[in-house]
């Protein structure tokens, strides 16, 4: 079946370093892949998406780019800031279905 | 343009008890997907609603039910409720007629069940 496998947190880092989180999948076909994120108390929000393979999905200095050869969308940005503290999923939705299936989260914490 | 909301914000309810839970869609939206999101872990998908039926479903027993309303809002409902029940649960919304897809989320309902 479908699944998502994300790099175990949790990641710490000081602010501007460089931040990659792993993600890879098993899925048939071709599925969407997402990145959300989740604050302290609150819901998800969708940081960035890419539907098909080599597409690169940017939002907030936050980029991942979809790698079919190696079935990866890892996220990453240049410089963090304190504020990016949050929890990271990977998530995919396959060509078949409308759920999104998700990874188990990689918490960031960055420090001043 | 108001987002997902979703009501109540926490609830404590005791083994055995029934539960339910509301959301209403972004504004434009006409599909509900619903999540359990268990402490430390990835949200985990209950089911979708989408034309007032139940579209698809995830790997969650029969106490778990919905409803969507004629207004596109929906509810959760949770008979017999386990200890294990106690977590997160996600409402989300999207776009069928548009063909879009994406889901936004709202803040969730902390169900605690004792």
């Known amino acids: 079946g479908n699944s998502v496998t994300q790099m175990e947190g949790p990641v710490t880092l000081s602010e501007e370093a460089f931040l990659t989180i792993n993600c890879t999948y098993t899925?048939?076909?071709?599925?969407?892949l997402f990145w959300y994120v989740q604050y302290p108390g609150e819901g998800l929000q969708l940081l960035l998406k890419?539907?098909?393979?080599?597409d690169k999905g940017s939002n907030k200095g936050f980029e991942a780019t979809y790698r079919k050869e190696t079935t990866s969308f890892h996220l990453e940005k240049g410089s963090v800031q304190v504020s990016d503290s949050a929890v990271y999923f990977c998530?995919?939705?396959?060509?078949?279905?409308?759920?999104?299936?998700f990874g188990k989260g990689t918490t960031l914490s960055v420090s001043s | 343009d108001a987002g997902v909301t979703q009501s109540p914000t926490h609830l404590i309810k005791t083994r055995g008890q029934q539960v339910t839970l509301r959301c209403s869609p972004k504004?434009?939206?006409?599909?509900v997907s619903w999540y359990q999101q268990a402490l430390g872990q990835g949200p985990q998908f209950i089911f979708q609603?989408?034309?007032?039926?139940?579209?698809q479903r995830g790997n969650f027993p029969d106490r778990f039910s919905g409803h969507q309303f004629p207004n596109y809002s929906s509810e959760l409902n949770v008979n017999a409720l386990l200890l294990g029940d106690s977590a997160l649960y996600l409402c989300?919304?999207?776009?069928?007629?548009?063909?879009?897809?994406?889901?936004?989320f709202g803040p969730g309902t902390r169900l605690t069940v004792t």
């Open positions: 989300a919304s999207s776009s069928t007629g548009q063909g879009t897809y994406e889901q936004y």
């Open positions: 899925a048939t076909g071709y599925p969407s």
């Open positions: 890419a539907t098909k393979a080599d």
């Open positions: 998530a995919l939705r396959d060509q078949a279905g409308t759920a999104l299936i």
């Open positions: 504004s434009g939206h006409d599909t």
């Open positions: 609603y989408y034309e007032e039926e139940e579209r």
